[in-house]
């Protein structure tokens, strides 16, 4: 703690010592020919040798202010700015501005998202794939995965994006889960038999898609006749209703994979459904965000403290599904904060 207080400091002296060199000793027109020169040579070297990593983060910088939301936001602080404004336009300028700022910086959705993926993580515990009663393991007889269109491409700080194979028509986050439902299923059927069923279910586009996911679970050492593709699941609750029809009088355990950040309300969300006491619902988390099961959270990055629409879109979809939750606790489809440890929550 003492090392990164004293780093801090030193730090913040380096940059007040540069601040007063360019404001007070160095001329105007020499920061002007300055600045020009950084641009050419980060222009001249991201066309050198564009998978340079510092090239990389320099280039990001440079080129905010050209980009839509950059744009925005340099239009919007110079508005606020402006003296000409009424008071109360000048006021709602500078909220939204803030509250792009504050939504968009990579920072604060990586933060958040990080907090609820290591809570999720520790709760759910996915090491431990058996359910127990007692000493007695409980029989699995099926693994639902939730095939939701928010996912982890866009939003991913270490990877590019990942856009939608056309080839097989999975994308790189479904196919992540898929692959995680394929490798519990093998699992599973090495210590019981009957083997279970893997239900897919979400909103799935046609007939292509839906045997893309089949031939790929297949592919994977999933028996076809094991496999079911849901395309009526347009929303968590409904998937959980057909699932529930689909397992009809049959108990056990359900093992439920899903993203990490709409988890607990999806587990929240079957287990309400599901007859309590002869269904449980086990917790998958995947598509994770920020935190990484080996390492935690992800380090944080020089452009990571630059707006970006990626951001924007993270720190929606957390709020977004902040509401949902609420919506779902107000309909009586769930409960808010369910506890993801199976042995609490199931009376185990």
């Known amino acids: 703690m003492f090392d990164l207080l004293t780093r801090a400091l030193l730090w913040l002296l380096v940059g ?5 060199l360019f404001n007070n000793l160095i001329p ?3 920061l002007t020919w300055l600045g020009g020169f950084v641009l050419f040579a980060a222009i001249f070297l991201a066309f050198r040798d564009p998978n340079d990593r510092i090239i990389s983060t320099v280039w990001t910088i440079l080129s905010f202010p050209l980009r839509p939301l950059g744009l925005a936001i340099v239009l919007l602080v110079n508005a606020a700015k ?7 336009a ?6 939204a501005l803030a509250i792009l700022l504050i939504c968009s910086i990579p920072v604060v959705p990586f933060w958040l998202s990080s907090q609820m993926e290591a809570s999720i993580m520790a709760e759910a515990n996915p090491s431990e794939l058996i359910v127990r009663r007692g000493e007695t393991p409980l029989p699995v007889r099926g693994i639902v995965v939730l095939a939701t269109r928010i996912t982890q491409s866009s939003l991913d700080p270490v990877q590019p994006i990942r856009y939608i194979n056309s080839d097989d028509r999975i994308g790189a986050p479904l196919r992540q889960r898929l692959d995680h439902a394929a490798q519990i299923y093998g699992q599973v059927i090495a210590i019981q038999n009957p083997f279970p069923r893997v239900i897919v279910s979400g909103q799935i586009g046609g007939d292509a898609e839906a045997n893309s996911i089949q031939n790929f679970l297949v592919s994977q050492g999933v028996r076809p006749r094991d496999v079911t593709v849901d395309r009526s699941g347009a929303t968590i609750y409904r998937s959980a209703v057909n699932t529930n029809e689909t397992f009809g009088n049959q108990s056990g355990v ?7 950040l709409t988890l607990r309300r999806a587990t929240a969300t079957f287990a309400k459904i599901y007859r309590p006491g002869d269904r449980l619902v086990r917790p998958i988390p995947t598509d994770l965000i920020q935190f990484q099961p080996s390492s935690g959270s992800i380090p944080i990055r020089v452009t990571d403290l630059l707006p970006s629409v990626e951001a924007l879109a993270l720190t929606t979809y957390i709020i977004d599904e902040y509401l949902t939750s609420i919506y779902y606790f107000l309909r009586g489809w ?3 904060d369910y506890p993801l440890n199976y042995a ?3 009376g185990l």
Do not use: T
């Open 16 to 20: 007040i010592g540069l601040w007063y």
């Open 28 to 30: 105007k027109n020499y």
């Open 82 to 88: 402006r003296k000409a404004w009424k008071d109360m």
């Open 90 to 95: 000048a006021r709602e300028a500078s909220i």
């Open 254 to 260: 359900v093992i439920l994979v899903a993203p990490s």
């Open 334 to 336: 769930a409960q808010l």
């Open 344 to 346: 609490n929550c199931c």
